[in-house]
């Protein structure tokens, strides 16, 4: 079921890029649009602070407050030097957002309150908060964003069908650069929490993520396209991956994240789709995965459509709290029976380290190396892994197929390279 739900959020990634791309080849009178929503609105807001309220919004948790949410940041947007949205503390029910630049300023989102998602999908067309081509952004407070996922999870029927109906995503960055998201708690998405997409330099820190570990689809952080993104001190338990990490992901640093429940840290999937681009330079370091059904994942299709590579992928000091599958190559991913067993793999998946990598694992494999025939891993090197299966009955065990590397200071039941 983990591999069915992973592969309906690659397919739901391919359609929210499409979407994104094509929006993103008529961005150039968005600049305009967001420069004449302001001046309907009037000058930016008295000193240059939006406060929802003053705009008509009601923090009763009841009244559609969409338009004043959408008014501020028209104000925002169109107004120069730094520009910051008020959301006051209170409960402020709100549809489909759009935030659009190129903005004349610096914008400021401050989230003090709780914005809620409307449960009515019938407003939809894609996502729930899509921000698109603004750059200098800071989204930050104590307030929470919250999907209210649990009135449309019945909905999804992802688990049952690749070409299902997707359901809006939370927070959408697409060609955001120089942004930063903190402090706030992302509950209950509808889809993925978040998604990062054709971004650059955009720091995501002291963020809480969560959703029941059933809840489908609802990824905590996933990017693609994107380079220089820095995740730190930032929890997430969900009903998929923790962090997927998709393909065109470069200069990635992972720090002090705490994943469970979840599907764990993942890179891929990869290679299901044509034109995909390389995965490179991704740190993984000093985080926790609890109960997660997976730890450190990378996965790739054997009968992949592109040709691409992973490459300089470091893990280093991870603790595993009985999670399952604490370290797995899988470049025979295939679930749902949508490809081939037998496929030519176009992945190469090269200079992977896992380094001090401790604790225990729910499952015998603490290490999977299962990689193709055809384009076997190479440079993988395992030093001070030390993983011990928790439960009994069975030997903490390793396998390693078609996977070229060393092992240096492992326990020996997992130095199998």
Same mark, same amino acid.
């Given at each position: 079921?983990?591999?069915?739900?992973?592969?309906?959020?690659?397919?739901?990634?391919?359609?929210?890029?499409?979407?994104?791309?094509?929006?993103? =080849?008529?961005?150039?009178?968005?600049?305009?649009?967001?420069?004449?929503?302001?001046?309907?609105?009037?000058?930016?807001?008295?000193?240059?602070?939006?406060?929802?309220?003053?705009?008509?919004?009601?923090?009763?948790?009841?009244?559609?407050?969409?338009?004043?949410? #959408?008014?501020?940041?028209?104000?925002?947007?169109?107004?120069?030097?730094? #520009?910051?949205?008020?959301?006051?503390?209170?409960?402020?029910?709100?549809?489909?957002?759009?935030?659009?630049?190129?903005?004349?300023?610096?914008?400021?989102? #401050?989230?003090?309150?709780?914005?809620?998602?409307?449960?009515?999908?019938?407003?939809?067309?894609?996502?729930?908060?899509?921000?698109?081509?603004?750059?200098?952004?800071?989204?930050?407070?104590?307030?929470?964003?919250?999907?209210? =996922?649990?009135?449309?999870?019945?909905?999804?029927?992802?688990?049952?069908?690749?070409?299902?109906?997707?359901?809006?995503?939370?927070?959408?960055?697409?060609?955001?650069?120089?942004?930063?998201?903190?402090?706030?708690?992302?509950?209950?998405?509808?889809?993925?929490?978040?998604?990062?997409?054709?971004?650059?330099?955009?720091?995501?820190?002291?963020?809480?993520?969560?959703?029941?570990?059933?809840?489908?689809?609802?990824?905590?952080?996933?990017?693609?396209?994107?380079?220089?993104?820095?995740?730190?001190?930032?929890?997430?338990?969900?009903?998929?991956?923790?962090?997927?990490?998709?393909?065109?992901?470069?200069?990635?640093?992972?720090?002090?994240?705490?994943?469970?429940?979840?599907?764990?840290?993942?890179?891929?999937?990869?290679?299901?789709?044509?034109?995909?681009?390389?995965?490179?330079?991704?740190?993984?370091?000093?985080?926790?995965?609890?109960?997660?059904?997976?730890?450190?994942?990378?996965?790739?299709?054997?009968?992949?459509?592109?040709?691409?590579?992973?490459?300089?992928?470091?893990?280093?000091?991870?603790?595993?709290?009985?999670?399952?599958?604490?370290?797995?190559?899988?470049?025979?991913?295939?679930?749902?029976?949508?490809?081939?067993?037998?496929?030519?793999?176009?992945?190469?998946?090269?200079?992977?380290?896992?380094?001090?990598?401790?604790?225990?694992?729910?499952?015998?494999?603490?290490?999977?190396?299962?990689?193709?025939?055809?384009?076997?891993?190479?440079?993988?090197?395992?030093?001070?892994?030390?993983?011990?299966?928790? =439960?009994?009955?069975?030997?903490?065990?390793?396998?390693?197929?078609?996977?070229?590397?060393?092992?240096?200071?492992?326990?020996?039941?997992?130095?199998?390279?």
């Amino acid at each position: 079921m983990a591999f069915t739900k992973d592969t309906m959020m690659m397919g739901a990634l391919l359609l929210l890029a499409l979407v994104c791309a094509a929006y993103a =080849g008529k961005a150039a009178p968005a600049s305009k649009g967001s420069d004449s929503a302001a001046a309907d609105g009037g000058a930016a807001c008295p000193g240059g602070t939006c406060d929802i309220t003053k705009l008509g919004a009601s923090g009763n948790g009841k009244t559609d407050s969409t338009k004043a949410v #959408q008014s501020a940041w028209a104000s925002a947007c169109g107004g120069t030097g730094k #520009q910051k949205i008020l959301i006051p503390k209170g409960d402020y029910l709100v549809g489909p957002l759009n935030f659009t630049g190129p903005c004349k300023g610096d914008v400021t989102i #401050q989230v003090d309150g709780n914005l809620l998602a409307s449960t009515d999908l019938s407003q939809y067309k894609a996502n729930w908060i899509e921000i698109l081509r603004v750059d200098n952004l800071v989204i930050t407070g104590k307030g929470k964003l919250d999907g209210q =996922g649990p009135a449309v999870w019945s909905k999804n029927s992802c688990a049952k069908k690749y070409d299902c109906k997707i359901l809006p995503n939370s927070l959408v960055l697409d060609y955001v650069n120089n942004g930063e998201v903190s402090g706030i708690t992302l509950l209950n998405s509808k889809f993925f929490h978040m998604n990062v997409f054709q971004c650059k330099d955009v720091v995501i820190k002291d963020v809480t993520v969560t959703a029941p570990g059933d809840s489908p689809n609802t990824d905590g952080i996933h990017m693609g396209d994107s380079s220089g993104i820095s995740i730190i001190n930032t929890v997430i338990g969900v009903g998929d991956d923790c962090i997927s990490i998709g393909p065109g992901s470069t200069k990635v640093n992972i720090t002090g994240v705490t994943c469970g429940p979840g599907h764990g840290i993942s890179i891929g999937s990869l290679g299901r789709y044509k034109d995909e681009k390389d995965v490179t330079d991704i740190t993984v370091k000093d985080c926790t995965l609890k109960k997660s059904s997976n730890g450190l994942r990378i996965k790739a299709y054997e009968d992949a459509n592109s040709v691409l590579t992973a490459s300089k992928i470091h893990y280093e000091n991870i603790k595993m709290e009985d999670a399952g599958n604490p370290i797995i190559i899988d470049m025979k991913y295939c679930p749902n029976k949508i490809c081939t067993s037998n496929g030519a793999s176009k992945v190469t998946v090269k200079d992977v380290s896992f380094k001090n990598i401790t604790g225990t694992s729910s499952t015998p494999e603490a290490v999977s190396l299962l990689c193709s025939d055809k384009i076997p891993c190479s440079g993988v090197t395992m030093d001070n892994v030390k993983v011990e299966y928790s =439960g009994t009955n069975n030997k903490t065990m390793a396998v390693c197929n078609n996977a070229k590397g060393t092992a240096t200071g492992c326990l020996k039941e997992l130095a199998c390279l």
